[in-house]
């Protein structure tokens, strides 16, 4: 059964920065507001997804099942595997994607998920469909931040034993191959997610296969 207490420090645990924090924290409580909620309080003219436009927008479909979005996480699930040495797995599960495990051994796995639900999110803010090549410019941009972090806290061993295994570094990044890696491998969720907190129990949140 999955360890609610350890999923919700994961995000703490993986990462030093606030606003990543701040979106797993809302994610996880479904304080995420999409387009089904914004048109039912009358703040959007309708309920389609801001980057489809063909289904109802709520949570798993802006983060998971939008063909968009979905397109974005074959990309990733592609450079994660090319670029990060170490998994212990290449299959990615909607859970994994959403950050809706319990499992702490792999931070720079998520760490590098987090910041792309995040992008989606911001994605979706903006107006604008989620692009691999300003994805990974996110990642650095988040190595740089904890960088910064480990040199003012005398922690750069830390900081060196996470992201040594990143292969992208900023000079090898604009180089780094992409596209040989098998393609992403979807688990289902439970069907009444985005109202299953009312009517089932935490243990039914998620249903994989």
């Known amino acids: 059964m999955l360890s609610w207490r350890r999923t919700y420090s994961l995000a703490f645990l993986c990462t030093k920065e606030t606003k990543l924090r701040e979106f797993q924290f809302k994610l996880l409580h479904r304080r995420i507001?999409?387009?089904?909620?914004?048109?039912?309080?009358?703040?959007?003219?309708n309920e389609s997804c801001?980057?489809?436009?063909?289904?109802?927008?709520?949570?798993?479909?802006?983060?998971?099942?939008?063909?968009?979005?979905?397109?974005?996480?074959?990309?990733?699930?592609r450079w994660i595997c090319?670029?990060?040495?170490?998994?212990?797995?290449?299959?990615?599960?909607?859970?994994?994607?959403?950050?809706?495990?319990?499992?702490?051994?792999?931070?720079?796995?998520?760490?590098?998920?987090?910041?792309?639900?995040?992008?989606?999110?911001?994605?979706r803010l903006r107006n604008t469909l989620?692009?691999?090549?300003?994805?990974?410019?996110?990642?650095?941009?988040?190595?740089?931040?904890?960088?910064?972090?480990a040199k003012d806290?005398?922690?750069?061993?830390?900081?060196?034993?996470?992201?040594?295994?990143?292969?992208?570094?900023?000079e090898k990044i604009n180089s780094t191959p992409l596209w040989n890696t098998p393609s992403l491998r979807g688990n289902r969720v439970c069907t009444c997610w985005p109202v299953c907190v009312s009517v089932c129990s935490v243990g039914a949140y998620w249903t994989t296969l």
Not at 33 to 45: Q, R, S, V, W, Y
Not at 159 to 168: C, G, N, V
Request: hydrophobic share 40%; proline share 2%.
């Open 33 to 45: 507001a999409t387009n089904d909620f914004l048109h039912k309080i009358g703040l959007k003219p």
């Open 50 to 77: 801001t980057f489809c436009g063909e289904t109802t927008e709520n949570l798993i479909h802006l983060f998971w099942k939008c063909k968009h979005t979905w397109i974005f996480w074959e990309e990733t699930h």
């Open 82 to 123: 090319q670029n990060v040495n170490g998994l212990a797995s290449d299959t990615f599960s909607v859970a994994l994607c959403l950050g809706i495990v319990d499992d702490r051994g792999d931070l720079l796995l998520h760490h590098v998920l987090l910041i792309a639900r995040y992008y989606i999110y911001t994605c």
């Open 130 to 149: 989620p692009k691999l090549q300003i994805y990974t410019k996110k990642i650095l941009s988040s190595m740089e931040i904890e960088r910064q972090i």
């Open 153 to 170: 806290h005398n922690t750069l061993n830390a900081f060196k034993k996470k992201w040594t295994r990143l292969k992208s570094t900023p």
